[in-house]
């Protein structure tokens, strides 16, 4: 089976995937056809070869030619997107990327997803990456998309908002669930748009390689630091052993407990949250009993063992405990794949578990069904119902 793997070593950008999408073979003339269908007329896009510490690639530059006076929103998106001639599949890839985006920031600035209104999701150059990015991954035609854990740096980033940690707090958002790397150097490698396109493609985050490669592409990147700033995309062809071994991903994680009997029950819908937005994969409670038959409660966080600390920090600051316990374990999971998929009261997005190449299971982002649920008046039952029959994006 023909797979696709991001090697993230040095992070991702939008630029980034392009240049490494080309230099894997997707043809250039083909790609600035499809852009075109767009009916955006107000940039150029460059495409040379460049290297960053001796490794050759493709570098991909937007050159705006004349100033974009368009201030636009979600809504704009869509229907910019909407209105191209793009093929189905390509439309759809790209309304998923985006709206990833647009969901990670309305909810770090409180506003609706369609309302969602700044420069990193109305720019020309976010535009080009991401409808890009659908149109090469649409091209290629893989069977699965692969990455290993993704470099994120360190440091602080000036963008629109202002100066941020690192990573972004959007891209922090977008990479919930997905195994990162910091630190390497000190400044952003990874961008929303690179997360969002590992979030919205990628089947599976691993580091063990069991295909054979065809083809390798270097993407080059804007900044030279003493890394090589590179994305490196292999090509290869998976047997089908192999690709039923990569149906479930194993990984180590760790598990913290501790056991509360003293603290206000209100307290604990605060302390889950921090730790989700901390990056954990799972939290929850278990009433127990403690000594002399008191009342308890047990707080249980599953995480990766390089947010252990973190998850020490928010339970030491925000709960009573004085004594916390840990212990590693070794976790499996479906390979999951996100979609869209349009209902009777609007989109919805979907995850499907996939086991040996086929699908078992799907459930709806209960975020997107409740904010259905609440506009239109209805039960949160009649939105998860209407998932049935919706129209789904072609396989």
Not at 119 to 134: F, K, L, N, P, R
Not at 172 to 186: D, Q, T
Request: aromatic residues 6%.
């Amino acid at each position: 089976m023909q797979t696709l793997y991001y090697d993230c070593f040095a992070g991702i950008s939008g630029d980034m995937n392009l240049g490494a999408m080309i230099d894997l073979g997707v043809d250039r003339n083909f790609l600035l056809d499809e852009l075109h269908k767009l009916n955006l007329d107000t940039y150029e896009l460059t495409i040379q070869k460049d290297q960053r510490r001796g490794i050759a690639g493709t570098r991909v530059d937007v050159l705006l030619t004349e100033h974009d006076h368009h201030a636009r929103t979600f809504k704009d998106i869509i229907q910019l997107i909407e209105t191209s001639g793009l093929s189905p599949a390509v439309r759809a890839l790209s309304l998923d990327i985006f709206r990833r985006i647009a969901t990670a920031e309305g909810k770090i600035h409180d506003r609706a997803v369609d309302d969602v209104h700044f420069h990193e999701i109305g720019a020309i150059d976010s535009i080009v990456d991401i409808v890009g990015a659908a149109i090469c991954l649409d091209h290629l035609n893989v069977g699965k998309v692969l990455s290993s854990p993704v470099q994120v740096g360190g440091g602080f980033v000036t963008c629109a908002h202002g100066v941020l940690p690192v990573p972004a707090p959007a891209t922090a958002e977008l990479l919930r669930g997905i195994p990162i790397k910091s630190g390497l150097v000190p400044f952003e490698t990874t961008t929303p748009t690179g997360a969002a396109i590992l979030a919205a493609t990628v089947h599976a985050f691993t580091e063990n390689l069991h295909f054979t490669i065809d083809k390798v592409g270097y993407g080059i990147g804007h900044r030279d630091t003493e890394i090589p700033n590179v994305l490196r995309l292999f090509l290869g062809e998976m047997p089908e052993e192999e690709r039923r071994t990569t149906d479930t991903e194993t990984g180590d994680a760790v598990i913290l407990e501790c056991n509360i009997d003293d603290m206000n029950p209100e307290h604990y819908p605060y302390i889950m949250d921090l730790l989700f937005s901390k990056g954990a994969h799972d939290v929850f409670l278990t009433p127990i009993i403690m000594k002399k038959s008191r009342p308890a409660v047990k707080i249980s966080v599953l995480c990766d063992l390089g947010r252990q600390k973190e998850m020490e920090a928010v339970l030491w600051h925000h709960s009573s405990s004085f004594g916390l316990r840990f212990h590693k374990v070794a976790k499996s999971m479906l390979t999951r794949k996100m979609i869209t998929v349009k209902t009777a009261f609007g989109e919805i997005s979907v995850k499907e578990g996939y086991f040996q190449g086929r699908k078992i299971k799907s459930k709806p982002e209960y975020e997107d069904c409740l904010r259905l649920a609440k506009e239109k008046g209805l039960s949160l039952t009649a939105i998860m119902n209407s998932i049935q029959g919706a129209e789904r994006p072609e396989e």
